[in-house]
């Protein structure tokens, strides 16, 4: 049966999750948010003190991570235990991104994902997915935004969620870390494909991204 696979890549905090989640409800398409996944490595990486390249290879093999699909939202499971409401933390997305550069937890998570889109219309984002992933997509988007707007969007969701939210200063200070340690890894590095399309959210609202992108994807398929 043949699947179409969609491929949203781009930097930390661009909006790739709640734009691929939104415009794969209206699709009827599974969402894959890959960096979830290195998220809850990170997560058992913190909670086990194991951030170091040597370390978190050596618990290689005592990390089992997976998505569920329940009714359409995914949700993140990292050894047996649901972990979807403790990975959005700014502690937790600097540990992902330090453990997405070692080679044995890209190697761990590639076969899954790989997996998702083989069975199912798929819109997968993260990082390295029309680069590594899935090169042969049927359509790869690069969905991007000023670090300062991402910041901005970043410190007001984290303020809705919690009084004691990390200063603006601080979150585009990781922010400009993250991107660094990201496009400058030695593995799959992030970067735009060649055959993607570019997305410059940085002046553009939520739903007016959902539908420039749920338009590019069917205009694509012939949808």
Known sequence: MKTYNIAIDGPSGAGKSSISR??????????????????????????NECLEEE?????????????????????????????????????????????????????????????????????????????????DADLKIFLTASAEERASRRYLELQEKDENCPPYEQILEDIRQRDYNDSHRAIAPLRQAEDAVLVDSSHMGFNEVVEHVTALIRDTLGL
């Open 55 to 135: 370390k978190i290879t050596q618990e290689i093999d005592n990390i089992h991570v997976s998505l569920k699909f329940i009714g359409g939202v995914q949700r993140v499971i990292l050894n047996d235990e649901d972990v979807t409401e403790y990975i959005r933390t700014p502690e937790v997305s600097m540990a992902a991104s330090r453990v997405s550069a070692v080679g044995a937890v890209r190697a761990l998570l590639l076969g899954l994902q790989k997996k998702i889109a083989a069975e199912s219309n798929v819109i997968m984002d993260g990082r390295d997915i029309g680069m590594v992933v899935l090169p």
């Open 22 to 47: 939104a415009v794969a409800e209206e699709l009827g398409f599974i969402h894959a948010d890959t960096g979830a996944l290195y998220r809850a490595i990170g997560l058992y990486a913190l909670r």
